[in-house]
């Protein structure tokens, strides 16, 4: 795990603060990092891997004997999320790879996020315990039941400190909804309702209701042979809780309102950037391919990643985008060979910082950033 520390570009150091698995030359399959959410506050970041874990770190506070300590994630809570299952129906194994986790707003003392792998979302909570209570009348300290004539006198109860516990336990699971891979969540601005979406269609689910979910996007053709693009990632407006996005695998960003209709079939806006003829290539397509899309914090702009570059959406311009990145430009002359070994359908996120300055992740190199201006 690398944390980027430093207050700018020029100062951003990497440091490894833990590693999944043993530390040996042997590294598991189940020990590859497959998601990676950030809290609200970003006190909390949590990890889904291929084995179906989630691992919670925490940011540690800063004090007086170690200054500089602050920004230092240790293991905060590490718990099962998903096991491996098998569809008897159709024949398939579902693999317990975690593909998205989204942290709901905190409205108390504990936190809960939501994860997922191909088919079944899980709402957790993560709760901290410091106290436990003695002095029951029916049970013995050692938890065992009391014999009721032997109970001679009233007891109250009382708390007594005891070492922290972070207890996760799962509170919903929504599942039986999605006929292919799910490939995103998001929690609506209500706090309520969240969506999930896969390739071909976008479910509305309520956080309460896990037996019943309402599609509000569909794209699948009546003739499958007539398929020419998936959905590849979907977001909710993080003020407008009737305004969503979802991106395909044409490049293509569509912007739904949910007050125009039940069924959202038809986009309110659609954003585009025209293709250069002199650099269209066999492999135009598979590039141009929107494999994220993240909203600013402002609900300004949008910000969407390709196989070579983040661009960045002014919602109210939908001809081109109002900047362009190139983060894997070296990479277009390596086309032929990535293709070869299938590493050009690798998939990456994006997502803004604090200040709606995008951040963008470079395997292997340091996370850059850039400022976008908000008039």
């Known amino acids: 795990m690398l944390v980027c520390q430093g207050p700018g570009i020029g100062s951003v150091t990497h440091k490894s603060t833990w590693a999944l698995g043993a530390r040996t030359k042997k590294w598991l399959l189940a020990d590859v990092i497959s998601t990676v959410e950030f809290s609200h506050s970003g006190d909390l970041l949590a ?5 179906g ?34 569809d008897y129906l159709k024949s398939l194994e579902i693999e317990e790879k975690i593909n998205k986790i989204r942290w709901l707003p905190q409205q108390g ?17 993560i709760s901290e315990r410091d106290k436990r209570a003695e002095g029951y009348n029916l049970k013995d300290e050692d938890g065992r039941l009391r014999d ?14 005891m070492d922290l ?4 336990s799962p509170r919903r699971i929504f599942a039986n ?10 929690v609506n601005s209500d706090h309520e309702t969240y969506l999930s979406a896969d390739d071909l269609r976008i479910n509305l689910w309520h956080l309460e209701i896990t037996d019943r979910s309402f599609n509000i ?57 025209p293709e250069d003829p002199s650099s269209r290539s066999f492999f135009s397509e598979i590039i141009s391919s929107v494999s994220d899309v993240k909203f600013s914090h402002s609900g300004r702009y949008m910000m969407t990643r390709d196989y070579l570059s983040v661009k960045v959406w002014d919602l109210n311009m939908e001809s ?37 300055r995008t951040r963008r992740a470079r395997p292997g190199k340091a996370s850059l950033s850039c400022p976008t201006s908000e008039e």
């Open 320 to 356: 081109r985008p109002v900047e362009t990145h190139q983060v894997h430009e070296y990479l277009r002359s390596k086309l032929c060979s990535l293709y070869e070994n299938d590493c050009i359908f690798d998939k990456f996120e994006c997502c803004w910082n604090g200040s709606d």
């Open 217 to 273: 996007v569909d794209i699948k053709p009546a003739n499958m042979e007539e398929l020419t693009e998936v959905i590849t990632a979907a977001e909710f407006h993080p003020h407008q809780c009737n305004v969503l996005v979802y991106s395909s695998s044409k490049g293509t960003i569509r912007l739904c309102d949910m007050r125009s209709s039940a069924l959202c079939d038809r986009h309110s806006k659609f954003f585009e950037e």
């Open 53 to 86: 874990r989630v691992v919670i770190f925490q940011r540690e506070q800063e004090n007086k004997s170690r200054p500089h300590s602050r920004g230092e994630y240790n293991v905060y809570s590490t718990f099962q999320s998903h096991e491996p299952e098998f």
């Open 109 to 125: 003392a504990a936190r809960f996020l939501l994860s997922t792998n191909d088919k079944t979302i899980k709402l957790w909570k």
């Open 165 to 168: 516990m972070v207890e996760a």
């Open 177 to 186: 909804a999605h006929t292919y891979h799910i490939n995103s969540i998001s």
């Open 47 to 51: 990890t889904g891997d291929k084995g």
């Open 148 to 161: 009721p004539l032997r109970i001679t006198a009233l007891r109250v109860p009382i708390l007594k400190p």
